[in-house]
């Protein structure tokens, strides 16, 4: 029983800053990488940041690099996403992703930026 649950979304004003948390269960989430993506209406579901199994290699997007940090605890199975400075441009549903030998995604949490 696969589980990948985010939570944390909501409104928030531009420069605000928002904490996105995933927790995941019904596999072996150390050994999996983590994602984060989002999806704006009608646009394409992007990449937005990428941890490695081991929570010490990360990447971003060049559109939220600076702003975003990804971070994980694998004690408690649980990805985070940290925005800062967040813009209009940030809103979409954003959706949690471990892709290893499995492919799982969330169910989507909603982040809308606007004053």
């Known amino acids: 029983q696969v589980q990948v649950v985010e939570s944390g979304g909501g409104l928030v004003q531009p420069g605000g800053s928002l904490k996105l948390s995933c927790a995941a269960s019904?596999?072996?989430?150390?050994?999996?990488?983590m994602s984060w993506y989002r999806q704006a209406p009608g646009k394409e579901r992007a990449l937005v940041a990428f941890?490695?199994?081991?929570?010490?290699?990360?990447t971003y997007a060049d559109s939220v690099k600076g702003r975003f940090t990804i971070s994980r605890d694998n004690a408690k199975n649980t990805v985070y996403l940290q925005m800062n400075s967040l813009k209009p441009e940030d809103t979409a549903v954003y959706y949690c992703?471990?892709?290893?030998?499995?492919?799982?995604w969330g169910q989507g949490t909603q982040v809308t930026v606007s004053s």
């Open positions: 992703r471990a892709g290893n030998w499995g492919d799982y």
């Open positions: 941890i490695t199994n081991s929570g010490i290699t990360t």
């Open positions: 019904g596999f072996t989430f150390s050994t999996y990488p």
